[in-house]
Structures are given as C-alpha cells and as structure tokens.
C-alpha cells in the first residue's frame, strides 16, 4: 500500500527519494574492482582480505581541534579525561546489562534497537596526528540522538564547530596540509580546495608557524574551485576563523588554466607560490566507506577517462611553484594511473626540473604503503598493457603514453618513486588516498613570459595548452554555445576595489584611530553594504587582480563594517561595526570606545527580543559610568569588552550608543547568538531533538496505558466485590 502523507506532512523530494533508493540496495561487492586491484598488487597479497574488510565498515567520524584558539588545550584535555572516562564507564554499563539481559530480551532488542546495542567505543585521538589535536568517534548517528550521555557530547561537539572550534574532516583529508613544510611568510595556492577543510587547515598553520616563530603572518593563502557553488560552501567553511580570513582569496578558475599570481611589476617570478596544494579532482575509489555507491558504479576506465586532466593540473601547477617551493599531489583514488602515472609523467614532461621528497619525517607516526614502480593499464575488454607500444593500433589513441610506467629504468630508478605515500584504508581504519611531496630544484627562468588565459566565451573542455602553457586558438564554429539565461560564474564573480575618499571621510566618525583605510575593500558591483577588511599582502594581490581585469573573484577578508540602513535615532554614521570583524577593529579605536561590561548585562540584552536597553538600566555600574562618558562624547559605535568567557579571553561585541535616548543596541545577528551564548558559558534554550521527542511520547503512552489498565483492574476487582456482597 502506498504511503499516505496526512496534513501539515510532505513527502520527500525527488533528489531524496532518488538517493534513498540508490543506497537502499548497496551490496559491497564489486569483482572487478577486487580483480583489478589484486592484479595491480597495491598491497601484498597477505593484506588484500584486510583491506577489502576495511572498505566494507563504515568510516569514523574524524575532526581536528584548532590550534590557533586560546581553548585548544582546554578541549583536548576534556575529551582526554572528561569524556573518555564518561564514556568508558558507560560501555561497561551497557556490556554489563546486555551481558544480564535475558535471551528473548536480547533478541528483540537487536531487532528493534540494533544501534543502541552497538558497542560504544570511547573518543581516541589519531595517533599520527600531532600533539593529540585529531580525534575520531565510531558512534552512528542514531546513537548519538538516543543515549542521553552521546547526545551530550553531540551538542558540545556542534557547539564548538559552529565556532570554529573543532573541524569536521576526513581523516586521511588531513594529511597533504602537514607534508607542506608551511612558513609564515610562504604565498599557498589550493588549487582545488573547494569544500574548504584542506583550507582551514592550511590557514590554522601558517598562523601556527607565525606563532612559533614569533612572527606575523606575512603570507597568505589562495583557495581555488572551478565551481561556483563549491566556492561559496568553501567561503562558508573559512568564514568561521575570523582572524586568518584577512589572510584568505577565494577563486572560480579551472585549475588547468589558472592564471599566474597577481604581479606589481612585468616579472611574475616573485610572485609566484612557495606551496601547491594539488588535491585533484579523481574517481574516489577510496573514498567507498563514506560514499558505498561507489560499489555500484566504479569501472576501470573512470581512472582512464580522468587521468590526461588530473596531468594538465599538475603541469599547471608545477608552473605556478616559485623554484625551490614544493607542491603536494594527492588523491582519494588508489589506482596508479591517478596517483604514480601522473607524478611521473609530469616530472619526466615538465621543463622544470622536481624532485620527489622523502617527508616521511614529517609525520613519523603515519604508517602508509611505499609508491609503486610497475603497474598495468586496463582497457574496456578487460585485457590488460604494460606499455603503449603492447598496444593495438586502434586503440593506441584511446590510452595515453603517460598512463603506462616510464620505459627509462634508470631514470625510474633514481625518481625513488617509492618516496610516494598511499594510504590503504585497513592501516588506520581510514578510507584510501594517495599523496606525494614535489620540490622544484631548478633555477628561475631568465625571462618569463606573459601568460595568456582563456578568453570567457571559450568552454572549458574545449580549451586546450600548447607546450609554452598558452591556450590554442579554436577553429571558427568549433565553440559551443552557452545557454541563454544561465548565470554564469563571471556575472556571479565580482572585484574587490579599495573604497574611495568619499567612503574614508563618510567613516570618520567611527574615530578609527590612525586605521589602514586601503585595507578596506569593498565590492565593485552594486552598493558597498559590507566592507572587507584585508591583509597587507591580500590588499596587494587585490589592486593587482583589478588592474589585470582576468580573474574570477568569489571573496576575501574579515566583514568588519556593514551598512546600517538608517541606523537609530543619533547615529551619525551609515556604517556599523560588525561580530566577525571587531577583534581587529578594537585595536584602533579610543579608549572611551573600548566599555568593559558584565557578562549578565551583555546575557540580557542578547536573549532580549530587540537586543537593546537603556544604558542606565545595566547592573555594571563601571559600565554605566564609561558609556555616560561616551554618550557625553557625542555616544555612537563601540566595542563591549566582556571577559568572564569559558576561555578565558575576552570577547568584544560590536554595540551603538545612542546620544538622544540614552539606548544601548548590540549587534548580535540571530544566526551567531546561540554561538555568541555558547562562547559566555550560557546555553541558550533549545528544543528537544527527533529522537527525544519520540522517546518522550513512547514513555507517555506506556504510562497512559498503564494507568489505564491499572484502572481497569480496579474496575474489575470492585465488581467482583460488589457481585460477593450482594450473593
């Protein structure tokens, strides 16, 4: 019988429907996929059950504490002690009590709760991460919804990553950031960075490095996509760590085309990257325990079709390395052709001379299969090559020469191909991946030449390099229209232009105190409503990308002012300070602007319904007294001070003081308040969850049924009295 949806009850989307049934009927098993990698020898023969087994279990939920937060210690020694204990204690309540449970219990129990009755593992951190700042959980989500203890520990860890706090990713994702070697003046290129998790992590070192060097950050980093949509989740996801964003470009390029970097002058050796973050596009092959249809649909020549793209970004890349910097390949494929194939193609190919790097140092503790030097190509007959020559005619264009290993055993010898890392999933109970270090060990070029890009009407298959890295002219018809009424990623992109003198003196009420008004950028389309505050060195490669006009821009910097349409009563400026930016616009404003407050007042006004209050009506009397200053100063924006965090630090909300009213208005949007509650030690209210609700209501009706059957007894037992009384 067909479902029936009663009111106010949708049924699912087509999408989710589609989805559902696609994973519905996963069976994890796939012969060819297990024939080819027998034959391809990725793992000795001993170990090829071992890693089939692994690839069938799920995979762990994995993340990484931010090292650049004040709370970093704090968190890793909760789940050290706090949890770990916690929850060790309740596996062993849980063992105990189905170890007792009766067998029909047991039975029933597994049918009706299978995940309530799954081992509960306590959090471990990953052991080749450093200082202890990964941690993984192997708990399902319907067990983190239903035992009260995980739901806990679910909230915390939500908590956190809305601020920052901890990173959701892949444990394996990881890996490529920490082979980089990463200084704090280092210029990095992600060329395909796009959900952002590689991002962040690269952002979370070079402030690191800054940090152990006792140095400002004088690098930056570039995040590439060749997707809009995946630009903007990329953007989501840095948005968060608000003090290295200044330090951060997001951009819409085909990594096979990117353009050089941003250039003062005609030589654009000097700015070029001192790291490559090369994370390209594969068939993700393994990437199956978190993506299982991929059993249904991997063929061998997913990896055949791919290959020749995944060589013409690399190649690019290695063009875009500054000599002596490094590039990391990788890919979450354990197919040679992907991995290997390409490395050593572009090595032999590129007129730069790279050599393969031995960062096994790097991460000591990381266990991980050495590169290989043999492999096969198979092709759609399931036949298999060691070389091109091997092959027929007809099908000698079909399969690239740079797929098979290299002919020159000497030259293959001294490559130490073996310096390669793949990861194979049964070593860390991960999923598998592949990763390489290239280091550039050749000379600058005497004269570099200028670059020319692809013009925006060309598409993007049908572009195509020549040997010096610039683009082939099409034949006259051969481009293929582009649907009318389509956005298109370059009416999306927009520049970001310094604001003009206009703007700067509009801003002077602000009382920014000698405040770098160049590094305020704002969009060149359309009002400015938000201004972006940058760093130095992004500020450069800004004025730069405007001034070249052939670049994609999605977004950079810290929201720091925001147009206040109106503003309130008094308010003497059109610009308002914002959450994200006031960390480092506190540095330049007075000290009458600067109001430390209590945490209760600050509480108060957020959980209010229009987040205001009269000045005087605050319980700090010490605030009251500064902001009677400030109102007597003309009042307007300034920075709330509160220091009574569950870090420690001090945290500064934005607020405006109105000089006619006397009323005091925070700016605490309602997306960042239960973030901004959290941060205060304050949890706001929240609704129970699904599975609480449900619970609830199953324990209601047990209960109503109960007393109903209670009273029926009583019902029963009273006639039957009254029946003997009157016998």
């Given at each position: 019988?067909?479902?029936?949806?009663g009111?106010?009850?949708?049924?699912p989307?087509?999408?989710?429907?589609r989805?559902q049934?696609?994973?519905?009927?996963?069976v994890?098993e796939?012969?060819?996929?297990?024939?080819?990698?027998?034959?391809?020898?990725?793992?000795?023969e001993?170990?090829?059950?071992?890693?089939?087994?692994s690839?069938?279990?799920p995979?762990?939920?994995t993340?990484r504490?931010n090292?650049?937060?004040p709370?970093?210690?704090?968190?890793?020694t909760?789940?050290?002690?706090?949890w770990t204990?916690?929850?060790t204690?309740?596996?062993?309540e849980?063992?105990?009590k189905?170890?007792?449970?009766?067998?029909?219990?047991k039975?029933?129990?597994?049918?009706?709760?299978?995940?309530?009755n799954?081992?509960?593992?306590?959090?471990?951190?990953?052991?080749?991460?450093?200082?202890?700042?990964?941690w993984?959980?192997s708990?399902?989500?319907?067990?983190?919804?239903?035992i009260?203890?995980?739901e806990?520990?679910h909230?915390m860890?939500?908590?956190?990553?809305?601020?920052?706090?901890?990173?959701?990713?892949?444990?394996?994702?990881?890996?490529p950031?920490?082979?980089?070697?990463?200084q704090?003046?280092?210029?990095?290129?992600?060329?395909?960075?796009?959900p952002?998790?590689?991002?962040?992590?690269?952002?979370e070192?070079l402030s690191?490095?800054?940090?152990?060097?006792?140095?400002p950050?004088?690098?930056y980093v570039?995040?590439?996509?060749?997707?809009?949509?995946?630009?903007?989740?990329?953007?989501t996801?840095?948005?968060?760590?608000?003090?290295l964003t200044?330090?951060l470009i997001?951009?819409?390029h085909?990594?096979?085309?990117f353009?050089?970097?941003?250039?003062?002058?005609?030589?654009?050796?000097?700015h070029?990257y001192d790291?490559?973050?090369?994370?390209?596009?594969?068939t993700?092959?393994?990437t199956?325990r978190?993506?299982p249809?991929v059993?249904?649909?991997?063929?061998?020549?997913?990896?055949?079709?791919?290959h020749?793209?995944?060589v013409?970004?690399?190649e690019r890349?290695?063009?875009?390395?500054?000599?002596?910097?490094q590039?990391?390949?990788?890919t979450?494929?354990?197919n040679?052709?992907?991995?290997?194939?390409?490395v050593?193609?572009?090595?032999r190919?590129?007129?730069h001379?790279?050599?393969l790097v031995?960062?096994?140092d790097?991460?000591?503790?990381?266990?991980?299969?050495?590169?290989k030097s043999?492999?096969?190509?198979?092709?759609?007959?399931?036949e298999?090559?060691?070389?091109?020559?091997?092959?027929?005619?007809?099908e000698?264009?079909k399969?690239q020469p740079s797929m098979f290993?290299?002919?020159?055993?000497?030259?293959?010898?001294?490559?130490?191909v073996?310096?390669?890392?793949?990861?194979?999933?049964?070593?860390?109970?991960?999923g598998g991946?592949f990763?390489?270090?290239?280091?550039?060990?050749?000379?600058?070029e005497?004269?570099?030449?200028r670059?020319k890009?692809?013009?925006?009407?060309?598409?993007?298959?049908?572009?195509?390099?020549?040997?010096?890295?610039?683009?082939?002219?099409q034949?006259?018809?051969?481009?293929?229209?582009?649907?009318?009424?389509?956005?298109?990623s370059?009416?999306?992109?927009?520049?970001?232009?310094?604001?003009?003198?206009?703007?700067?003196?509009?801003?002077?009420?602000?009382e920014?105190?000698?405040?770098?008004?160049?590094?305020?950028?704002?969009?060149?389309?359309g009002?400015?409503?938000k201004?972006m505050?940058?760093s130095p060195?992004?500020?450069?490669?800004?004025?730069a990308?405007?001034?070249?006009?052939?670049?994609?821009?999605?977004?950079?910097?810290?929201?720091?002012?925001?147009?206040?349409?109106?503003g309130?009563?008094?308010?003497?400026?059109?610009?308002r300070?914002?959450?994200?930016?006031?960390?480092?616009?506190?540095?330049?404003?007075?000290e009458y602007?600067?109001?430390?407050?209590?945490?209760?007042d600050?509480?108060d006004?957020?959980?209010?319904?229009d987040?205001?209050?009269?000045?005087?009506?605050?319980?700090?009397?010490?605030?009251?007294?500064?902001?009677?200053?400030?109102?007597?100063?003309g009042?307007?924006?300034?920075c709330?001070?509160?220091?009574?965090?569950?870090d420690?630090?001090?945290?500064?909300?934005?607020?405006?003081?109105?000089?006619?009213?006397?009323?005091?208005?925070?700016?605490?949007?309602?997306?960042d308040r239960?973030n901004?509650?959290?941060?205060l030690?304050e949890?706001?209210?929240?609704t129970?969850?699904?599975?609480?609700?449900?619970?609830?209501?199953e324990?209601q009706?047990?209960?109503?049924?109960k007393?109903?059957?209670?009273?029926?007894?009583k019902?029963?037992?009273?006639?039957e009295?009254a029946?003997?009384?009157?016998?």
């Amino acid at each position: 019988m067909p479902r029936r949806f009663g009111k106010g009850k949708k049924p699912p989307s087509k999408k989710r429907q589609r989805r559902q049934e696609a994973w519905s009927d996963i069976v994890y098993e796939n012969a060819d996929f297990e024939s080819y990698y027998k034959t391809q020898e990725i793992v000795p023969e001993s170990e090829f059950q071992a890693m089939m087994a692994s690839l069938r279990r799920p995979l762990p939920t994995t993340f990484r504490i931010n090292q650049t937060i004040p709370s970093a210690e704090r968190l890793r020694t909760e789940l050290t002690t706090t949890w770990t204990d916690s929850l060790t204690k309740l596996a062993e309540e849980q063992a105990q009590k189905i170890k007792q449970s009766p067998e029909g219990t047991k039975e029933a129990d597994a049918e009706n709760n299978e995940d309530d009755n799954a081992p509960i593992n306590p959090p471990t951190a990953i052991t080749w991460y450093p200082n202890q700042m990964a941690w993984r959980f192997s708990f399902s989500r319907r067990q983190f919804r239903r035992i009260p203890k995980l739901e806990e520990l679910h909230q915390m860890v939500t908590a956190e990553t809305n601020l920052g706090h901890f990173l959701r990713q892949e444990e394996v994702s990881m890996i490529p950031p920490l082979l980089m070697d990463i200084q704090p003046h280092h210029q990095i290129l992600d060329i395909c960075a796009a959900p952002g998790s590689k991002t962040t992590q690269l952002m979370e070192l070079l402030s690191q490095a800054a940090t152990r060097e006792k140095k400002p950050i004088t690098g930056y980093v570039v995040a590439n996509d060749v997707m809009f949509k995946r630009c903007q989740i990329l953007v989501t996801q840095t948005v968060r760590l608000t003090e290295l964003t200044p330090h951060l470009i997001v951009t819409n390029h085909d990594a096979r085309f990117f353009p050089f970097s941003a250039a003062k002058s005609s030589d654009r050796r000097q700015h070029q990257y001192d790291r490559v973050l090369c994370d390209v596009v594969c068939t993700g092959d393994g990437t199956m325990r978190k993506a299982p249809d991929v059993w249904k649909t991997w063929r061998a020549s997913n990896a055949n079709s791919i290959h020749r793209m995944q060589v013409k970004i690399l190649e690019r890349c290695m063009r875009l390395v500054k000599p002596g910097g490094q590039i990391v390949y990788s890919t979450c494929s354990l197919n040679p052709i992907e991995d290997e194939a390409v490395v050593l193609y572009c090595m032999r190919s590129s007129k730069h001379k790279f050599e393969l790097v031995d960062a096994s140092d790097r991460l000591p503790n990381l266990k991980y299969a050495p590169g290989k030097s043999d492999w096969k190509v198979q092709n759609r007959n399931k036949e298999w090559y060691s070389s091109h020559e091997e092959l027929p005619a007809d099908e000698k264009v079909k399969y690239q020469p740079s797929m098979f290993p290299p002919a020159d055993e000497e030259w293959l010898k001294n490559a130490h191909v073996e310096r390669c890392m793949r990861m194979v999933p049964h070593y860390h109970d991960t999923g598998g991946f592949f990763a390489a270090v290239l280091r550039r060990v050749d000379e600058p070029e005497a004269a570099p030449t200028r670059e020319k890009s692809p013009t925006p009407e060309q598409k993007e298959d049908d572009v195509e390099l020549n040997e010096d890295g610039e683009v082939v002219p099409q034949q006259e018809g051969t481009a293929k229209p582009k649907p009318k009424g389509i956005m298109t990623s370059e009416k999306l992109c927009d520049y970001l232009i310094p604001i003009d003198a206009t703007m700067t003196k509009s801003l002077e009420s602000l009382e920014l105190r000698d405040f770098p008004y160049d590094r305020l950028f704002r969009r060149e389309k359309g009002d400015a409503k938000k201004l972006m505050f940058v760093s130095p060195e992004i500020r450069d490669l800004l004025n730069a990308m405007v001034s070249e006009r052939r670049w994609k821009l999605v977004g950079s910097g810290v929201r720091a002012l925001e147009w206040w349409q109106g503003g309130y009563q008094g308010a003497n400026t059109t610009y308002r300070f914002c959450l994200e930016g006031m960390a480092q616009l506190r540095a330049y404003l007075p000290e009458y602007r600067r109001i430390s407050i209590a945490k209760k007042d600050v509480v108060d006004m957020i959980n209010s319904q229009d987040r205001k209050v009269p000045f005087k009506k605050l319980s700090d009397t010490n605030a009251v007294a500064a902001l009677q200053t400030l109102q007597e100063k003309g009042g307007g924006g300034c920075c709330l001070d509160v220091t009574e965090t569950i870090d420690g630090v001090p945290m500064h909300v934005p607020a405006h003081l109105s000089a006619n009213n006397n009323i005091l208005f925070i700016f605490v949007a309602n997306t960042d308040r239960a973030n901004v509650l959290y941060k205060l030690g304050e949890a706001p209210a929240s609704t129970p969850n699904h599975w609480k609700k449900k619970k609830e209501k199953e324990e209601q009706a047990q209960q109503q049924a109960k007393e109903a059957s209670d009273n029926q007894e009583k019902k029963r037992k009273l006639d039957e009295d009254a029946g003997a009384m009157e016998t």
